[in-house]
């Protein structure tokens, strides 16, 4: 019996996991300047504490809230035209200036108040909010960070104790990656207004980058405490810092907790998703994605950040676990599951075939075949796997084309080699079927599949001592080679050697029990006995 090595093994890889590169798709507060953590939306200034630089302050205040609550640059102007009649000092009416031009997006006429503003004899704490809502307004950069940095100390020379202004300068810290100075500065925050939710915030963000996994959500969960309205974030914080504690169950499970009470956002399924590969929960980090808002980019991000090097791989793995355990129409669901994510996965559609080709199902295999040749033309393992299921059909020139096909890509490829000459030992062109096994053995005289089937193949030639030569070699390189051994039993009873195939065949049943050569080797002693 012909045994080529099918060379039928599924594709696996192990995704290897860049925690960095994934964070990158959710908006992390804690690895540039997020002025966001602020209260007050970008802003040190609270309007409502400035009686003492503005008469007539409830109908200022209504402006203000006027002003904060239209989009329409008409109405800002004349509502900015009324707010300088009520404060017609000189100072108020730059910054008031200054600021208006920040909110209409005029960012230079805005830096002209602001160095008239410092010119001026303004009310300190005017000019040091004007410029931050000013900086706050550019792209962030280092320059930038370090000019808000460069405010923040010279607004606290005037206002030693003003937590806003150590926040803001302990964010920027983070942002420059100066995470002990922002901590030191989060604790100043904290003695001046204790449980401050920005200063444990940010406090919490420094501990992060420090690998400070621990004391970091002590901080989140101290300021979940203190303001359960910012419960949404300090959630997903403390989730980000269970997944790099590889606490994937903790993090899954409270970002089940978080979806319970706040919107579902891009965010929080993101989270999840991490904790979820980690645990090697495929189906359900797939299940997750199908919930996500509609993002064009994010979606691309996605797939070439998740799906592409951990979800497919791992889906494909999980697909190839379940077919050598023997469950194949598992495998098929997930290699089924890689395909609608992405229909061009050649690792997916191959490793389908070889499941399909295990359930006999050769014709479907072969499509799936041709489906990654059409992806990658010339794809070797595709063109072995193709051959091997058109051997299985009795296709055997077919078979012979795809192995030609490998041999042009791959001179002397000694699996394209054994599978042509299985092809043509089943057209019984022995010949040249022994050819391509001696083409083997020059590559690698220790390949036994090639001796074993050379020796068939001289056997079907009558050749039968020179067939036992063969199936010689082959056991001694491989002692408990059963093929081998049952072979040569045959050649050595057609030789008339009864004794030495009995042996041969008892060799072989020690060895592996086989119904078959039971038989035989029965019929031979009877043979012998007589």
């Known amino acids: 019996m012909l045994k080529p090595d099918d060379n039928f093994d599924f594709i696996t890889d192990e995704p290897i996991i860049d925690y960095t590169k994934f964070s990158k798709l959710f908006a992390d507060e804690k690895s540039t300047i997020n002025y966001s953590i602020l209260d007050d939306e970008k802003s040190t200034i609270n309007y409502s504490n400035q009686e003492d630089h503005c008469v ?4 200022f205040t209504e402006l203000v809230e006027q002003l904060c609550s239209t989009n329409d640059p008409r109405e800002k102007k004349e509502i900015l035209h ?13 910054f008031h200036l200054g600021w208006l031009y920040v909110e209409l997006g005029d960012l230079g006429t805005a830096k002209f108040y602001y160095e008239e503003l410092k010119k001026s004899k303004p009310n300190i704490k005017f000019t040091y909010d004007l410029g931050l809502k000013i900086s706050f307004s550019h792209e962030e950069s280092l320059e930038n960070t370090n000019k808000i940095l460069s405010i923040c100390d010279e607004a606290l020379k005037y206002y030693p104790k003003e937590v806003n202004f150590i926040i803001i ?55 979940l405490k203190n303001n359960p309205r910012e419960r949404e974030k300090l959630l997903l914080s403390k989730c980000d810092a269970y997944n790099m504690l590889e606490r994937f169950e903790d993090a899954n499970s409270l970002c089940d907790e978080a979806l319970k009470t706040i919107s579902m956002n891009n965010q929080t399924l993101l989270i999840k998703v991490w904790a979820l590969l980690n645990l090697n929960r495929i189906f359900e980090v797939i299940d997750v ?53 992405n229909p061009d996965d050649f690792t997916a559609l191959n490793n389908k075939g070889i499941a399909l080709k295990n359930l006999e199902k050769y014709e479907e295999a072969i499509k799936c075949y041709d489906d ?46 054994n599978h042509k000459g299985g092809a043509l030992y089943n057209l019984e062109k022995y010949e040249e079927a022994i050819k391509c096994y001696d083409d083997i053995l020059k590559i690698n005289p ?28 082959a056991i001694k390189i491989k002692p408990d080679y059963v093929d081998a051994l049952n072979n040569k039993g045959d050649a050595l009873s057609e030789l008339g050697k ?21 038989e035989s080797l029965a019929e031979l002693k009877q043979k012998l006995s007589k």
């Open 56 to 59: 007539n302050q409830p109908q």
């Open 82 to 94: 009324k707010m300088l009649v009520l404060c017609p000092k000189e100072s108020e009416s730059l």
């Open 169 to 223: 300068k302990s964010i920027s810290l983070v942002g420059l990656k100066k995470y002990e100075e922002a901590i030191k500065c989060c604790n100043e925050a904290l003695k001046i207004k204790p449980g401050d939710v920005r200063a444990l915030k940010n406090k919490g963000a420094a501990l992060f980058f420090l690998e400070k996994y621990e004391e970091a959500i002590k901080c989140y969960d101290d300021a």
């Open 289 to 341: 994605y199908k919930k996500f808002p509609g993002n064009e980019k994010l979606n691309e991000d996605l797939y070439s950040l998740i799906f592409l090097p951990h979800v497919l791989p791992r889906m494909n793995n999980m697909g190839a676990d379940y077919a050598k355990s023997g469950d194949l129409l598992k495998s098929l669901e997930c290699f089924d599951e890689c395909l609608r994510i």
């Open 372 to 417: 990654v040749l059409k992806i990658k033309p010339g794809d070797v393992r595709a063109l072995n796997n193709k051959g091997n299921a058109l051997d299985k059909l009795q296709k055997y020139e077919e078979a012979i084309k795809c192995y030609d096909d490998i041999l042009k890509i791959k001179p002397g490829d000694v699996d394209a080699l």
């Open 446 to 473: 220790d390949y036994h599949y090639a001796l074993n089937n050379k020796g068939l193949a001289l056997y079907d030639l009558k050749k039968y001592e020179e067939a036992i030569k063969c199936y010689d070699e």
């Open 498 to 518: 009864t004794p030495e195939a009995i042996e041969c065949f008892e060799k072989s049943l020690n060895i592996k029990t086989d119904k078959e050569i039971e």
